[in-house]
């Protein structure tokens, strides 16, 4: 708590750096949510709504919908945005001089500063576009020969598994999809269906680190663990994760990440990163060529030709307010959410399903929700157009149902919106 408190407070006297520009609101909001705050436990003010209604005060958003697809991709708190749009304007009136000579450079302290949320060498952050971008590096950058196996979930992301399909048409590697019930018995029982797919040909296990589709935190630790005696790289697709709930590169010992910042972190839209451990940067190729001098700089992951400065620079401005924030309040405020609306509607009949962990230590925001007798794509749809409430309806050959996830700016209203017409479509039907 104190250090989160000298924190903004030091934000606040310095003015943030050279590269985040801090909107008074967005100080003030913090300000005041953090005297709200005092020394609470994050469990305790994740239900004090004055303290997160200075949070919501941050951001602009348009509260005509009920947004509970944040999974999908989040607004920026307005002083993020602000600082993006000023560093566009500042572009615009001269770019060979304004955004590569002025602007692009401070990708330097973006990379300074991620690298220390996430707790690794600023050498080892690359910073990207989405994590799409920072995931297909790993997926296309590792040399592989005909023959050698991949071993993934059935769960991780479509664009990832469809990189790996890529890979099998065009240079004949072979790919092991494991399957695993959903929630799962256990962490260990993940790992198994995992380590049983390995043979001596396994060279590869790539794996989200928390899933899309029921939002469940994977066994990342385990699987390294299991993998690097055997000579086998495991790739983490951490788009949802980083900036959701609260880990440290230490905790994973990953040797590769790949996260979007426009999910969790409230980061300008088109911002992520890769993470790629020291003495695994050589053998790791980049998509776009760079030289050969760069082999070991990684930087060579960031070789994309002309983009623009501003977004990438307003990572810092986002990561300024999650720190402000703090991981273990926002953790417990998104848990909170979900338990709001999840512990409700299962009250409600025994026809409601939540197939995401809760009362678990492996989820966080996300929750995936079906009711028996009510087809899902239906009730998405009902939401949507007679509710306006953004909600996601997840297709997988082994399960459905409507992915629901709120953000630190979602009200209570919001929440309580949403189960009470949940508890008519469970009532009283869709028709
Ligand atoms: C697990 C997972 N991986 C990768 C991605 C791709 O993220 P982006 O579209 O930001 O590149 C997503 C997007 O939802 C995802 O859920």
Redesign the pocket.
């Known amino acids: 708590m104190t250090s989160r408190r000298s924190f903004v407070s030091g934000m606040a006297a310095a003015g943030f750096g050279a590269t985040a520009m801090f909107r008074t609101s967005a100080i003030g909001s913090l300000f005041r949510a953090n005297a709200i705050a005092g020394e609470r436990s994050p469990e305790e003010v994740a239900e004090d709504e004055s303290y997160w209604a200075e949070i919501q005060r941050a951001f602009d958003v348009d509260r005509t919908m009920i947004n509970l697809n944040n999974g999908?991709i989040s607004p920026s708190p307005t002083h993020v945005l602000d600082a993006m749009i000023r560093d566009l304007k500042f572009t615009n009136e001269l770019p060979v001089e304004h955004m590569w000579r002025v602007l692009e450079p401070r990708i330097e302290s973006v990379r300074r500063d991620l690298a220390r949320e996430l707790g690794c060498d600023p050498e080892e952050m690359a910073i990207t576009r989405?994590?799409?971008e920072a995931?297909e590096i790993m997926i296309f950058g590792l040399d592989l020969k005909r023959g050698d196996e991949v071993v993934v979930s059935n769960q991780n992301?479509g664009?990832?598994l469809t990189a790996w399909d890529q890979r099998v048409r065009r240079e004949g590697i072979v790919l092991k999809q494991v399957s695993f019930k959903v929630p799962p018995p256990s962490q260990k029982y993940i790992v198994d269906q995992f380590t049983a797919a390995v043979t001596p040909n396994t060279r590869v296990i790539e794996l989200?680190h928390i899933t899309?589709l029921t939002g469940q935190i994977m066994p990342i630790r385990e699987l390294v663990d299991f993998a690097r005696p055997r000579g086998i790289q495991v790739l983490v697709?951490g788009?949802?994760a980083f900036a959701h709930f609260p880990f440290k590169l230490d905790d994973l010992g990953a040797d590769y990440y790949g996260t979007?910042l426009?999910k969790w972190l409230l980061a300008p839209i088109g911002t992520?990163f890769l993470y790629v451990r020291k003495d695994k940067q050589k053998n790791l190729w980049p998509l776009m060529a760079a030289a050969a001098t760069q082999n070991e700089d990684i930087r060579k992951y960031e070789e994309i030709g002309t983009h623009p400065a501003a977004n990438h620079n307003a990572i810092s401005a986002a990561l300024a307010f999650h720190r402000g924030i703090g991981a273990d309040r926002k953790i417990a405020r998104l848990r909170y959410l979900r338990d709001r609306w999840a512990k409700r509607l299962l009250g409600e009949s025994p026809r409601v399903k939540v197939l995401t962990p809760l009362d678990s230590k492996y989820s966080g925001a996300i929750g995936l929700v079906s009711i028996d007798g009510l087809e899902f794509g239906k009730l998405g749809e009902w939401l949507m157009s007679k509710h306006r409430i953004v909600n996601t309806p997840i297709l997988h050959p082994e399960f459905n149902g409507l992915r629901i996830t709120p953000n630190v700016y979602t009200t209570i209203d919001e929440i309580d919106t949403f189960a009470d017409k949940m508890t008519v479509a469970i009532k009283k039907g869709i028709a």
């Open positions: 999908g989405n994590a799409s995931n992301y664009r990832m989200p899309n697709d788009a949802h979007s426009h992520g």
